[in-house]
């Protein structure tokens, strides 16, 4: 079992959508194993791109490759300390918070960008992270 505290600094506000605090602006962990995850895109298994044009679609595809790449590393997102996220329509991207929280209700920090491009012109975000599970 690891340590974990969010932190919530008086100093800082926060950010909130829909309702929902998007993620913590500091976590502290005691250590453990540290899996890091390179950016995921909404692909399926076989390769193909899911959810051409449905932003809601592309997270949800990308949480469940996040599910399954720390699965793999004996993690899961409650592990989540830290998200990069890489986005081609920041609005957009917002109004999919919902979908965003069934995957990063740990509330890892997270940073979130605009992006111009992707590796792919379908693709419409791409999300890379950073979890700390128990040694072992």
Same mark, same amino acid.
């Given at each position: 079992?690891?340590?974990?505290?969010?932190?919530?600094? /008086?100093?800082?506000?926060?950010?909130?959508? %829909?309702?929902?605090?998007?993620?913590?602006?500091?976590?502290?962990?005691?250590?453990?194993?540290?899996?890091?995850?390179?950016?995921?895109?909404?692909?399926?298994?076989?390769?193909?791109?899911? %959810?051409? %044009?449905?932003? %809601? @679609?592309?997270?949800?595809?990308?949480?469940?490759?996040?599910?399954?790449?720390?699965? @793999? @590393?004996?993690?899961?997102? @409650?592990?989540?300390?830290?998200?990069?996220?890489?986005?081609? /329509?920041?609005? !957009?991207?917002?109004?999919?918070?919902?979908?965003?929280? !069934?995957?990063?209700?740990?509330?890892?920090?997270?940073?979130?960008? !605009?992006?111009?491009?992707?590796?792919?012109?379908?693709?419409?975000? !791409?999300?890379?992270?950073?979890?700390?599970?128990?040694?072992?």
């Amino acid at each position: 079992m690891i340590e974990r505290q969010n932190l919530f600094p /008086d100093a800082l506000s926060k950010r909130v959508v %829909g309702g929902h605090v998007l993620y913590s602006p500091v976590v502290t962990v005691v250590a453990g194993k540290l899996v890091f995850v390179s950016g995921l895109l909404a692909r399926n298994q076989a390769g193909e791109i899911v %959810g051409k %044009g449905d932003m %809601g @679609a592309q997270i949800r595809q990308v949480g469940e490759n996040l599910k399954a790449a720390l699965a @793999a @590393a004996g993690a899961t997102v @409650a592990d989540l300390v830290r998200t990069q996220t890489f986005t081609t /329509d920041i609005d !957009e991207f917002f109004k999919h918070v919902d979908v965003r929280m !069934e995957y990063f209700a740990a509330l890892p920090t997270s940073t979130t960008v !605009e992006v111009r491009r992707l590796s792919h012109p379908d693709f419409l975000v !791409e999300i890379e992270a950073i979890a700390v599970t128990a040694a072992g």
